[in-house]
């Protein structure tokens, strides 16, 4: 039995090529084929390529012979194997046979390699059985598709020259020296290049109309694997002079009557066109000797001119477009053209009747503003700019929208009530033909009363978001007040604490004792008398009657009005909603006859609905206010002694004080209303 050493030996040698003859065991380590190239199977093999055989030790060159090594293919008509000829070498730094072919390689053809076993190493071992491998050569280029295609004619002087090949190109063979166009015997310059499998020639300038040209592509032109066109590829083409432009319809038409004074003019013609040739030179539209203004515009096919202006009423117009027009393949029209329109005779709309009407009172708040035209009218020309509804200087926002002669302006929200409103009309709207209004359309109307009692005049105590006559105080926290001042009158300014942390953000601080700004000490006394008037208005307001209040007004919904609670006044058991009913000018009046006290988080808050607006909800209190922690409140609070902020509590309002203190207990803000 072999040792294991032994067997590990043997197989060794396997591995490497082990020589045997039949009498004897392993004689020696027997030279083999490691790699080929090209490698077995292998295709689209480059025509020039050199053979090489490497082996896995060193060879006798003696024995690399034309006998030992061939290379055949099978590319004869009788199917026989062609011997290729060549020359051979040995390249002992690689253990390699080259085998160089005396011409390049014929195209899309199968060689056969073959290594003779007589082909020995330098210790005399030779190859133990002939080594044989295949390999196919690269497709021949041919050219597929040319455009324009061989003896087109009728060919566009904008062209480009392409062709397209069966096979990936070698995009450096291809240039201008390999790809050539001709007219006659004149080379025509442009630049090649090449995407995918398509050469394109692009001319530097058009073609000439008429022109007979060809195309060559040489043999220098070669795929990615490196093989040339068989033979230099030619094809021709001729150009056609390309059509002259005409005008195949006109607007208004020729000799059309009772053209809107509103009409734009237009020419659609046969080509495209080439927009820099229209000009106020080679387009005219005349009014006799007149010549109306305007601006061109040309696009694809159409020329539209826009007049500055209404055209002339009742007029005969003359539009003419010069021969100095092109399209946009370089060709001129042949010859000038003209044509005749008459415009309709002017009768100018007018406002036959609006609504509201003039001079209208108690117009719903949720109206529309309408206005009928004597004649059928321009939509387009009925815009937010030509139709508005003004309070006092300020526009309305709202859309307007024609049908016929009927105008209307939709207001996007509610008018408000008690006010005056002025709609106008102007000289920019146009009947259907373009006529103008002659002169501008102005009303007013007034709308419905608004809900509830008439609102309470603060005067210049409306400037302050707090005004106390003995003390303001912020106990802790940041709080602010935003937009408005902080005033104390007869108080000093010892009397304010707490600010900061408090701040006053777009406003001041007052006292009466301050020397700077000069007078202010006045201001605050005016200041302090109109809140008294308004303290002594809200405390007699009657009208409409005053509706006697709850203790608790907590959870319900009150419309506008005045609400009277003899006693004190609790917001507790849930919030209370103050609902407009749409009318933003909608007022409240509360006249409480001793304290004000709510409740913040689970109730206690005042939420506003129905357009409803802090600005006129007033709180005239007999004593004092507390304004519950957390507390979401809205309002004027006119109170006789003190005004409390609990922790957290927040205002949309004014905490006005006649003869007490303004507390502020921690984090509040109070906002303009």
Known sequence: MKS?????????????????????????????????????????????????????????????????????????????????????????????????????LPVNSVFTGRVEPWVKDMMGNALQEPYIWTFTTGVQPVVTVVFPANNATGVPVATDVTATFNIPMLSSSLSNLTFTVMKGLTPVAGVVTYTGQTANFNPNLNLDEGGVYTATLSTFVKSALGIP???????????????????????????????????????????????????????????????????L????????????????????????????????????????????????????????STNPANLASGVALNSDIVALFTQTMDGSTLTNTSFTVRLGTTNVPGSVSTVGATTTFNPTSNLLSGETYTATITTAVRNSLGVPMAS?????????????????????????????????????????????????????????????PATVVNGAIHASDDLVPTGIAAILLAAKQHLVDAYNYAEGATFPAPQTADVDQGGLTLAPGIYKASTSLLIQNGDLTLDAQGDANAVWIFQIGSALTTVGGAGGNIVLAGG??????????????????????????????????????????????????????????????
């Open 297 to 352: 515009n040309v696009v694809g096919n159409v020329m539209t001119f826009t007049p500055n202006l209404p055209l002339p009423a009742n007029r005969d117009l003359i539009a003419k477009i010069t021969n100095t027009v092109r399209a946009t393949n370089g060709v001129a029209m042949v010859a000038d053209t003209s044509w005749t329109f008459r415009t309709v005779a002017a009768i100018a709309p007018t406002v036959q």
């Open 440 to 500: 501008q359309y102005q009303w007013t109307f007034n709308t419905t009363a608004p809900l509830g009692p008439n609102p309470v005049i603060l005067n210049s105590v409306e400037a302050y978001g707090i005004i106390a006559g003995v003390g303001v105080r912020n106990d802790a926290g940041f709080s602010v007040i935003r937009d408005m001042n902080v005033g104390i009158s007869p108080g000093v300014r010892s009397s304010i604490t707490g600010f900061p």
């Open 612 to 673: 409803a607006q802090a600005k006129n909800i007033y709180w005239q209190v007999g004593s004092s206010a507390t304004i519950g922690d957390n507390t979401i409140f809205k309002g004027n609070v006119l109170a006789l002694s003190d005004i409390t902020m609990n922790s957290g509590a927040v205002a949309e309002g004014r905490m006005l004080a006649r003869n007490g203190t303004v507390v502020m207990t921690s984090a509040n803000t109070i906002t303009k209303p």
């Open 229 to 295: 066109l068989m033979s230099p590829y030619t094809w021709s083409f001729t150009v056609i002079a390309p059509p002259a432009p005409i005008v195949t319809a006109y607007s208004p038409a020729n000799n059309a009557m009772n053209v809107p004074l509103s009409s734009t003019v237009t020419a659609t013609f046969s080509l495209p066109m080439n927009s820099a040739t229209f000009t106020s030179a080679s387009f005219t539209l005349k009014d006799g000797a007149t010549t109306l203004l305007g601006s």
């Open 4 to 104: 294991l050493r032994t067997i590990a030996f043997l197989s060794l040698l396997v591995v490497m090529g082990s020589c045997k003859d039949e009498n004897v065991a392993i004689t020696g380590i027997c030279p083999v084929v490691i790699s080929t190239i090209p490698a077995n199977l292998a295709s689209g093999v480059d025509l020039a390529t050199n053979i090489t055989i490497t082996f896995n030790e060193a060879m006798n060159p003696l024995t690399i012979t034309p006998e030992t090594f061939t290379l055949t293919s099978t590319t004869n008509t009788a199917g026989t194997a062609a011997v290729i000829s060549g020359v051979l070498t040995y390249d002992a730094a690689t253990n390699s046979i080259i085998f160089n072919p005396t011409d390049a």
